[in-house]
């Protein structure tokens, strides 16, 4: 079947007393995946990609495009984050399924795998956050103008501008509130200033089937992290390093992108 | 009507800007000569006890961090020195930079000490901070700065209070025993005020506690009517009284023989100040989260306003950004644009006391803090500027509002001062007649 013939569905799930969206298309084997830096705005060519074979459920983080718009000012540190992940994967049906996280997603979801055991069975780590090396530094991305920050999500910038477009009949203010203002808030709540905490103390702790997928061209976090979070992971990791593509592959390949992750988690 | 003399405590030698100069979260290291820093520190410590000598009604230091342009993250180690070597002047802490502090409890028991020491002449300033000496200087995540910073407020003025040890169950602290000594020396505690920029939260907050709302930024004469009228305004609706006493703002005052003379003594430094000193990357001004949805919205709303009246073919407020941005020629020409704007006030004793009483009058404003010193004015101008406005302007402001209101946060001081010890005579007294106890 093709994802153009399904449709897409819209749910949503309580965490911390207040809804977080959860979008949903196509049919067979559920896959989670989590937004990064600007959460999942807009539904994504590399979702439709995913959804020609498997259902792929996105629930919305706290704070981010859809999610607990004030409630994720509730959440003070990485253990209340993590605890708010689990509600949120657990609401939408993604318990012991495969998932997919994204950027600083990457780093709640890597901490999932690491202290709930069996709660993700094959995991996608898209240029994730969660080590931090003074030596090998990133972008300070929070300092970023909001352009700025698009530039650095994807090397193709019409693709970048795709994936945040406001949707039709929607307030430009409220738009750039929750792409821009609130989700950078949520992201640097459990993530200031550069998203250490302390993942590498339990990286090893990941037992599950892992892929790294990282833009060779990644500005926010350099490529050769890819390598550190393959040498601390403990089950059997791989790492795809994408060309041209910047801090969210989804993003500026999702064709190619899907189809690492799409073999990846067919066991291949 | 209170002024108080208040040192920015520039870093006095700045080079000439290229693109890349920053004053603030990342000027360059290689600035700091310490021959300079060494003379600048103890020459704006000796102007802060000249001005208590002159007769200030308090004097006033802050607090910043990774910065050339205020070189003072421990205002608590000036206001230590100022407690022995003042006599009569409060002293304002403006402020401490509460979410900074490991722990609320020393900022309890950093002004408790003050305040004893300075026989009740402290004003406790509590700063909710920029971004730059939070989030970025001490990485404080911003998201969280408001709900710590009352948090640290509530626990510090219970610290000072409660009658027996007490445990604290916050969110973002927790004790088993809090207990401060010393407590402060005013009763209940000394007078709190907040020094702040201009946003719905932070008027909201400074109404509700009732701390002083100390505006602290420089700004044109446009750009404090805005933020004036949104604290009266807020004070308004939470049916506070307008009392002038509970508002403080900043001033630059620079007063000479006359325009001529103010001209020549001050056009230099306060060039220096404006075109090196007040340079930062507008990028550290916003963390995430610093500002609440409401005030992100008000400036959107504001800035839409700006470029409708743009299309329209208004003229453009460039007053309204504020002096860190407003295009200013150089030297005199710079000079006198601050005074157009009403960035500066300078001149004659008459000039400057037309234009401060009508600045108090029209912003309802009860406290003046006083920059007479700026960038790199030395210090004998300094002094000038001090004799100058202490003699010649300060007497014409000191009676305004005072009939009319009462100053509820101003410090209650023990009505004698402790004297300094005579260093000729001590030591030198026969053993028998000395007791061997003592209650000092």
């Known amino acids: 079947m093709t994802a153009a013939g399904a449709s897409l569905e819209a749910g949503s799930v309580d965490v911390g007393g207040e809804p977080c969206r959860v979008l949903a298309k196509g049919t067979g084997e559920p896959v989670g995946y989590l937004g990064g830096l600007k959460g999942v705005p807009t539904w994504l060519p590399f979702l439709d990609e ?133 989700t950078n808030e949520a992201a640097a709540r459990v993530s200031w200033p550069f998203g250490d905490r302390g993942l590498r103390k339990r990286l090893h702790r990941i037992t599950v089937p892992t892929l790294v997928v990282w833009g060779e061209d990644d500005r926010v ?48 | 009507m209170r002024s108080i003399f208040f040192s920015l405590m520039a870093y006095p030698d700045l080079p000439e800007p290229d693109e890349r100069h920053s004053t603030w979260v990342d000027p360059s290291p290689s600035w700091w000569n310490s021959e300079v820093a060494n003379r600048a520190y103890n020459s704006y410590l000796n102007e802060l006890e000249y001005a208590d000598a002159m007769g200030y009604a308090g004097i006033g230091i802050n607090e910043h961090h990774n910065c050339a342009y205020v070189m003072s993250p421990s205002p608590n180690i000036w206001a230590s020195s100022l407690a022995r070597r003042t006599q009569n002047a409060a002293i304002c802490v403006l402020g401490n930079t509460l979410v900074n502090y490991p722990s609320p409890i020393r900022v309890a028991e950093e002004f408790a000490q003050l305040d004893t020491i300075s026989g009740g002449r402290l004003i406790a300033g509590m700063v909710p901070g920029t971004t730059m000496d939070t989030a970025y200087s001490y990485s404080v995540n911003p998201s969280t700065l408001r709900q710590r910073y009352l948090e640290a407020v509530e626990l510090i003025k219970k610290a000072w209070t409660a009658d027996k040890p007490f445990e604290f169950n916050g969110r973002f602290s927790q004790y088993r025993y809090v207990n401060p000594w010393p407590k402060p020396l005013q009763d209940p505690h000394p007078p709190i005020w907040m020094p702040a920029g201009g946003s719905k939260e932070t008027w909201e907050l400074a109404a509700r506690l009732e701390h002083v709302y100390a505006h602290l930024t420089f700004g ?58 007040l340079k930062w990357n507008p990028r550290f001004t916003y963390a995430p989260g610093y500002l609440s949805e409401a005030t992100v919205r008000m400036g959107m709303q ?47 004793p008459e000039e400057c006391t037309e234009r401060l009483t009508e600045f108090c009058t029209r912003f309802n ?55 300094l010890q005579n260093l000729e005579t001590a030591g030198t007294e026969p053993a028998a007649k000395l007791n061997p106890v003592g209650v000092r």
């Open chain 1, 221 to 268: 976090l350099p490529a050769s992290y890819a390598k550190r979070f393959e040498a601390g992971i403990s089950g059997p990791t791989s790492t795809v390093t994408m060309p041209g593509c910047a801090h969210d592959c989804a993003v500026d390949a999702p064709e190619q992108t899907a189809d690492h992750v799409l073999r990846f988690l067919a066991g291949g």
């Open chain 1, 50 to 182: 995913l959804a020609r074979s498997r259902r792929v459920v996105v629930p919305s983080l706290p704070g981010f495009p859809g999610g607990a718009p004030t409630a994720f000012r509730d959440l003070d540190d990485q253990l209340d984050w993590i605890g708010a992940t689990l509600d949120l994967l657990e609401g939408a049906g993604l318990a012991g399924c495969d998932l997919i996280a994204s950027s600083f997603s990457g780093m709640l979801a890597a901490d999932l795998a690491a202290l709930a055991p069996g709660f993700v069975r094959r995991l996608v780590l898209i240029a994730p956050w969660g080590l931090y090396d003074t030596s090998d530094p990133g972008t300070d991305y929070f300092a970023k103008t909001e352009d700025e920050q698009a530039a650095l999500l994807a090397s193709d910038p019409a693709r970048v501008e795709a994936a945040l477009k406001a949707p039709a009949g929607m307030d430009e203010m409220d738009w750039a509130i929750e792409t821009f203002h609130r």
């Open chain 2, 302 to 348: 504001s800035a839409m306003a700006e470029s409708a009246k743009k299309a329209a073919g208004e003229k453009k407020d460039d007053a309204a950004k504020g002096v860190a941005h407003a295009e200013l020629g150089s030297g005199k020409e710079g000079f006198h644009s601050l005074l157009e704007q009403g960035v500066i006030v300078a001149g004659s």
């Open chain 2, 220 to 277: 044109s004469l446009q750009s404090i009517e805005k933020i004036n009228a949104g604290y009266w305004d807020m004070m308004r609706e939470m049916g506070r009284e307008p009392n002038p006493f509970s508002c403080a703002s900043v001033r630059f005052v620079f007063v000479a023989d006359d325009m001529r003379m103010a001209e020549e003594l001050y056009a230099a430094p306060v060039d220096y100040f404006i075109k090196r000193v």
């Open chain 2, 365 to 419: 404003v009860g406290n003046l803090v006083l920059c007479n010193t700026i960038g790199n004015m030395s210090e004998e101008v300094a002094r000038y500027n001090t004799r100058m406005f202490a003699e010649k302007v300060m007497p014409n402001l000191k009676g305004l509002f005072e009939n009319a209101w009462e100053h509820r946060w101003w410090p209650t001081p023990q009505t004698d001062p402790v004297p």
